[in-house]
């Protein structure tokens, strides 16, 4: 199975500030890498597909990049809303595996 | 509006099982499949496998291959999952999701708790 390890586990950051979460995969996934959000009640959402596709309805503050093994997440300015837990997903190869997650705090 | 809404909370004992469901509505229910994600905390979300709602067909991680059935029932669009032979290692939050062909999950259900205890 491929491993995906995100960094950082949590990151504490302020209002307005740009953040990078990090995801990276144990073999090349060839860009087949996808976004989501976890709120705090549960709810999980759609951010990004393939590397760098925003979901529709995703504000534009939201961005991805990456290539081979290595993968990021930007929120270039944090919204109050911002602040719940991301995990990245790769779906180059069965089973489809998850990041552990990174918490967004409020600092 | 798309919606998986699933079932309540479960508490069950060791060695039973449960099955829980998500029911779709706002878009044609066989045109995509449902998947299944298993959340807790020590291991994060885990891919149990998914369900082609159309023809039935269905795809799990080696891992739950002995655990969990999915099946549908395309009349109620409501997908189903069977776990069986519980133990506590079965307690986490179980989430339905929707997508395509490729495993991007747009919609999510709102997760169930299972809970595994004597």
């Known amino acids: 199975d491929i491993q995906m390890t995100q960094t950082p586990s949590s990151m504490p950051a302020s209002l307005g500030e740009r953040v990078t979460i990090s995801c990276r995969a144990s073999?090349?996934?060839?860009?087949?890498l996808n976004w989501y959000q976890q709120r705090p009640d549960g709810t999980i959402k759609p951010l990004i597909y393939?590397?760098?596709n925003l979901q529709s309805g995703v504000p534009s503050r939201f961005s991805g990049s990456g290539s081979g093994t290595d993968y990021s997440l930007t929120i270039s300015s944090l919204e109050p809303e911002d602040f719940a837990m991301y995990y990245c997903?790769?779906?180059?190869?069965?089973?489809?595996?998850f990041g552990g997650g990174t918490k967004l705090e409020l600092k | 509006q798309v919606q998986l809404q699933q079932s309540g909370a479960e508490l069950a004992k060791p060695g039973s099982s449960v099955k829980i469901s998500c029911k779709a509505s706002?878009?044609?229910?066989?045109?995509?499949?449902i998947s299944w994600i298993k959340q807790t905390t020590g291991q994060g979300l885990e891919y149990i496998g998914y369900?082609?709602?159309?023809?039935?067909?269905?795809n799990y991680d080696e891992k739950f291959k002995d655990k969990a059935t999915l099946t549908v029932d395309k009349s109620s669009s409501t997908a189903f999952m069977q776990l069986s032979s519980l133990t506590p290692d079965d307690s986490a939050v179980y989430y339905c999701?929707?997508?395509?062909?490729?495993?991007?999950?747009?919609?999510w259900g709102q997760g169930v708790m299972v809970t595994v205890s004597s």
């Open positions: 393939y590397t760098s």
């Open positions: 706002g878009y044609t229910f066989t045109s995509y499949y």
């Open positions: 997903q790769q779906y180059d190869s069965s089973p489809w595996t």
């Open positions: 999701a929707r997508s395509t062909t490729i495993p991007y999950f747009d919609y």
């Open positions: 369900i082609n709602t159309g023809s039935g067909n269905t």
């Open positions: 073999q090349g996934i060839s860009n087949y």
